[in-house]
């Protein structure tokens, strides 16, 4: 089992048959939702699941919601970013997560997947996803 950085493949042909709206006001509705170390996700990852997702007394299952930030283009490369998420006071251990597209006419397709390149752990704490920079080299989604 592993978790592989990628953006998914379905995500690519829906994206083409224009299926998402990444638009700050407006647009699609996309959760974070993170998962153990036992889940496989990967480029054909294609759309949310339970298995193996984490479990804490404060965080849901299907993760939480993105709050989508201005789309944006430089140098000809167009980028999709979002808010910083946060789930508080969690007990959890979670090696990547699935970022998922809920307003999709396929319901909850995946759009990425993110490793975190070992578990990462909160203990009645704050487990916070931080999103890179928006630019041209460090967007999480971009298109040159």
């Known amino acids: 089992m592993a978790i592989t950085q990628a953006i998914a493949n379905n ?4 994206l083409l048959e224009g299926d998402s709206n990444f ?7 996309y959760k974070l939702a993170l998962y153990t170390s ?3 996700l990967n480029s054909a990852t294609t759309s949310f ?9 404060n965080y849901s299952s299907g993760g939480g919601a993105l709050v989508n930030n201005p789309t944006s283009i430089t140098a000809g490369v167009a980028r999709a970013d979002f808010a910083d998420l946060s789930f508080q006071n969690v007990t959890l251990t979670a090696r990547g997560a699935l970022i998922y ?4 006419a396929t319901t909850n397709s995946a759009v990425c997947v993110l490793d975190f390149g070992g578990d990462k752990t909160a203990t009645s704490g704050t487990f916070t996803i ?15």
């Open 23 to 29: 638009s700050q006001s407006g647009g699609d509705k």
């Open 38 to 40: 036992s889940a496989t």
């Open 49 to 57: 699941t339970t298995s193996n997702e984490v479990s804490s007394s």
């Open 130 to 144: 931080q999103f890179p920079t928006a630019n041209a080299s460090d967007a999480i989604l971009r298109i040159a």
């Open 11 to 14: 995500f690519k042909k829906l």
């Open 101 to 104: 597209n809920t307003s999709s």
